[in-house]
């Protein structure tokens, strides 16, 4: 198994910056990506970025140029860096590791932007 625990989440006012942290613990091993999702108040959860375990990384497209995924492997962590945030910006941001078979979730971290 693998968990996760995020931080990083608050409130900011727009244009403003934010740092998301995901700490692995667990069998981190069979990890081969890791990613980061949001659920937006009244609308289902998407895809945000992602990491593969070589490095390569995929974005959305509305957050393409503004944010910005990383991982430290030495620490088991992957960053998502927000800059330049909106108010559509606003949700509970979650962590997730793939394995094979099964992919893990973190329990969410809150990200409101508003002036």
């Known amino acids: 198994q693998v968990q996760l625990v995020e931080s990083g989440g608050g409130l900011v006012q727009p244009g403003g910056s934010l740092r998301l942290s995901c700490a692995a613990s667990?069998?981190?091993?069979?990890?081969?990506?890791m990613g980061w999702y949001r659920r937006a108040p009244g609308k289902q959860r998407e895809l945000v970025a992602t990491i593969t375990s070589g490095g390569s990384t995929n974005y959305a497209g509305s957050v393409k140029g503004r944010f910005t995924i990383s991982r430290d492997n030495a620490k088991n962590t992957v960053y998502l860096q927000m800059n330049s945030l909106k108010p559509e910006d606003t949700a509970v941001y979650y962590c997730k590791a793939d394995t094979t078979p099964l992919g893990y979730w973190g329990q969410g971290t809150q990200v409101t932007v508003s002036s």
């Open positions: 667990g069998n981190i091993f069979s990890i081969y990506a």
